[in-house]
């Protein structure tokens, strides 16, 4: 009954048992698994994931072999984030690798064409994904994190991956709106008015933001956000499986990484009740 009193409230729940820490969260075996299968995908075809391909290296020496590389660590992270014992290393290099991408192939054209969104939008889908895989490293850090890089784990690192999200869902749902018709041509015929739809999710991830930023209900904005990024890739990606085309393929599963960070994200909020407020961000 304590228990119940205290989620309700929003009160941090008790700590869990070592068994409960060690049991893998739903959000991150999905995660691990459209990893497993965006590796598969680029050792198969032997080049990026499509969704890495707006990148400068169209011509550059040992690109193959840079594209195998990457597809084994993507493989091999997933793959180690669904043990226990190798969730903490799988985390560091997934992690690693999702910030390379972000800082050197997806910062640089935002620099360079900012009045772009389409180059916002790319960065910010890459930041929910990096947000995810900051957040479990915050919650799981190692001796060397706790060392070397302490801003980055605990309490501090879980506040610099929600920082990170609320700024990256205003440049996916911006492009809504920037996009329409394009994102109104990827809404079911057997819905209609695709344009309401595309502006309404828009307007849920500019709203989750600001409820993230403000405090209002986080657990909730957050959960709702990864459960309409979920929909999303059901509704738009999930019939196209029954279509062998990689480009189908490819979409699914990177929509799909894209809301499983959300999901890591929102189940960082597992401590507080539904309802529970926050001063900020920044605030306990």
């Not at 690693?96 to 900012?114: D, G, I, Q």
């Not at 994190?145 to 205003?170: D, N």
């Not at 990689?246 to 929102?266: M, P, Q, Y």
Request: with cysteine.
């Amino acid at each position: 009954m304590a228990s119940s009193l205290a989620a309700a409230s929003g009160a941090p729940g008790a700590a869990s048992t070592p068994a409960e820490a060690d049991r893998p969260a739903a959000s991150r075996i999905t995660f691990a698994a459209t990893m497993i299968a965006l590796g598969v995908l680029g050792l198969v075809h032997g080049d990026f994931a499509l969704v890495w391909q707006r990148i400068p290296i169209e011509h550059l020496p040992g690109r193959t072999a840079i594209a195998y590389a990457c597809a084994l660590v993507e493989l091999g992270g997933g793959l180690a984030l669904l043990p226990a014992a190798t969730t903490r290393g799988a985390t560091r290099v997934l992690a690693v690798f999702l910030l390379l991408w972000l800082v050197l192939l997806k910062l640089p054209a935002v620099v360079v064409v900012p009045q772009m969104e389409a180059t916002w939008l790319g960065f910010g889908e890459i930041a929910v994904m990096f947000a995810g895989t900051w957040t479990l490293l915050a919650q799981r850090p190692g001796d060397w994190e706790r060392a070397h890089v302490p801003f980055a784990v605990g309490e501090r690192g879980l506040r610099g991956a929600r920082a990170l999200f609320i700024a990256a869902l205003p440049m996916i749902g911006l492009s809504h709106f920037f996009y329409a018709e394009q994102t109104a041509a990827f809404v079911p015929a057997w819905l209609p008015y695709p344009l309401f739809w595309a502006y309404l999710t828009g307007t849920g991830s500019l709203a989750a933001s600001l409820g993230l930023l403000l405090g209002v209900w986080p657990r909730l904005a957050a959960t709702l956000e990864a459960a309409m990024l979920g929909v999303i890739t059901l509704l738009v990606w999930g019939p196209k499986l029954l279509v062998l085309d990689r480009t189908n393929w490819t979409g699914f599963f990177i929509s799909s990484a894209i809301a499983c960070g959300a999901w890591i994200v929102a189940d960082g909020y597992r401590d507080r009740g539904w309802l529970a407020r926050r001063a900020a961000v920044t605030g306990s």
